[in-house]
């Protein structure tokens, strides 16, 4: 790999090229590295295998090396002996003590029911004479779940003679065929029946893991479309088509807020609690009865009477008592309409803080905002505008009906020849006062259903038809540069999104092939 378009057909200068590239590595000592030296080898003579050629486990430090080495070679072995996945070639000479082998001892550290170690005699030929490792291959000096295999390999004559692997598995296989001791299992011995071992073996690992590999894989897939989903689609080029994503990102919000404002999603609710809690508790605190208290009425009903009393009845003192009572209402009526702005805006930044593709985007995000709340901030004008034409019109026009119902009482007042000072009286002003007080409650009750109506169809429906139509009237003006800024994305995320692509294509081809493989079986 640290040649990735150099092909060797040769395989002496692919051993040169493998010592060349330790000595780059570990600079002509005798240190190990960690960092790997990847190789495929391509041919019709080879088993399809991955094989990891690890340092052989020391017990001290040489000349040249660290004191760390023994512990720093055991480590990187273990790091890779320990992946369940692996299958273990546990080497050992057949010209030492098996007991006292490292490789069959950590083997069984990582791998104590030896379910993936494979042991593997070498040097079988060198062993003394009368000596030979029949009870180890046979399993009764040391028994593992997998028969031993011994293999006869190149002597170091043989290497340095350059004698090729074709010629060194020729002579391997006569050994074992011409040899007393081994004949009898010559059949299972040798470098190609432990390839071919191992091939049948990770054939047969690979097939047990076929469910767990699809779930893994299928997992992960679910994973990475998910975090391509979050972080959304890739930025358009032409002009067209950021403007119809700039739209689609707009419409995925507006339908957000309408969500929330038809209780898909919450918070719609709070704008009908100030019509049923908010704006009646209101209208309630005015106090009515306070402002038409006896000394108040007397107070406007004389002062309407000028310089000569009403004949009939203080009509202008009525007046007056019923318009500055229902002027008040004003204030609850416009607090009515503040109320509702604040709670559209409020779910506008939460529409906005739920629209995952505006998160992509910090600078769309905030023109929308700014283009939500300015149509909201209009429509709020309008609807107090609207509003409080409501309160006016009830403050502009009596309705003289409700009066001429009221009974007639000569006793109080309704004898036109008493004189001022006895129409005038406690009993009368506290009539006065009554009906008054009667009719703006009638008002009242009025406007209590009209001013939510007027509300919600200036501010709630209006926001629901038409809140960002001015933004997108806008867009239609912006060339594609203007549209660029809009879609001003983090590169980092522009980057996260291309690899996780590639990562997501790899996985999906994955899949593909252990699915064909898991139904081929």
Not at 31 to 37: A, D, E, K, L
Not at 221 to 243: F, M
């Amino acid at each position: 790999m640290h040649l990735p378009r150099k092909k060797f057909t040769d395989f002496a200068a692919l051993r040169k090229e493998i010592s060349d590239e330790t000595d780059r590595e570990t600079g002509r000592s005798k240190q190990i590295s960690s960092v790997p030296i990847h190789l495929s080898i391509y041919s019709p003579n080879v088993v399809n295998l991955t094989l990891i050629d690890l340092p052989g486990l020391t017990k001290v430090a040489v000349e040249g090396q660290s004191d760390s080495i023994v512990q720093d070679i055991e480590n990187m072995v273990r790091s890779f002996i320990e992946k369940p996945n692996c299958i273990i070639l546990a080497i050992s000479p057949a010209n030492q003590d098996l007991a006292t082998s490292d490789a069959i001892k950590i083997s069984r550290e990582v791998d104590p029911k030896g379910e993936r170690t494979f042991g593997v005699l070498t040097k079988i030929d060198l062993m003394d004479q009368g000596t030979n490792a029949v009870d180890i291959l046979e399993g009764r000096a040391y028994k593992l779940q997998f028969p031993w295999i011994g293999v006869v390999n190149r002597s170091q004559a043989d290497i340095n003679k350059s004698v090729d692997m074709i010629a060194a598995r020729r002579r391997e296989r006569e050994y074992f065929a011409t040899s007393p001791e081994y004949q009898h299992m010559a059949s299972r011995m040798g470098s190609e029946h432990l390839g071919k071992m191992l091939s049948k073996h990770l054939e047969t690992v690979i097939k047990s893991r076929i469910p767990g590999l699809q779930a893994l894989i299928n997992k992960t897939i679910a994973e990475l479309e998910a975090e391509l989903s979050r972080l959304g689609k890739p930025i358009a080029t032409d002009t067209g088509g950021k403007l119809y994503m700039i739209m689609e990102i707009c419409r995925t919000f507006d339908q957000i807020f309408k969500e929330h404002l038809d209780g898909v999603r919450p918070g719609g609710d709070k704008i009908y609690s100030v019509f049923d809690n908010q704006f009646p508790a209101s209208l309630k605190r005015l106090h009515f009865d306070k402002h038409l208290s006896m000394d108040n009425v007397r107070k406007i009903i004389t002062e309407a009477d000028g310089y000569q009393p009403h004949l009939i009845a203080p009509e202008q003192g009525y007046r007056r008592l019923v318009e500055s009572s229902l002027v008040t209402i004003r204030g609850p009526a416009e607090a009515a309409v503040d109320a509702v702005f604040s709670l559209l805006k409020e779910l506008v930044q939460k529409s906005i803080s739920e629209t995952m593709e505006l998160k992509q985007y910090p600078t769309l995000r905030a023109e929308v905002l700014k283009a939500a709340v300015d149509s909201l901030e209009r429509m709020k004008e309008e609807s107090k505008r609207a509003t409080l034409q409501l309160v006016d019109m009830e403050c502009g026009y009596l309705t003289v009906e409700f009066f001429r119902k009221l009974p007639q009482d000569v006793e109080k007042g309704g004898n036109p020849t008493h004189s001022i000072f006895d129409r005038y009286n406690d009993s009368y002003l506290r009539r006065v006062g009554s009906t008054v007080l009667s009719y703006v409650n009638m008002v009242c009750a009025t406007l209590r259903n009209s001013i939510p109506k007027s509300i919600v169809y200036c501010q709630v429906r209006e926001a629901k038809r038409s809140l960002l139509d001015h933004f997108f009237a806008e867009l239609g003006t912006k060339e594609a540069k203007q549209l660029g800024k809009l879609l001003d994305e983090d590169p980092a995320i522009m980057q996260r999104r291309t690899s996780i692509a590639k990562r997501l294509e790899l996985y999906r081809s994955a899949q593909t092939e252990i699915d064909a493989v898991a139904w081929a079986k």
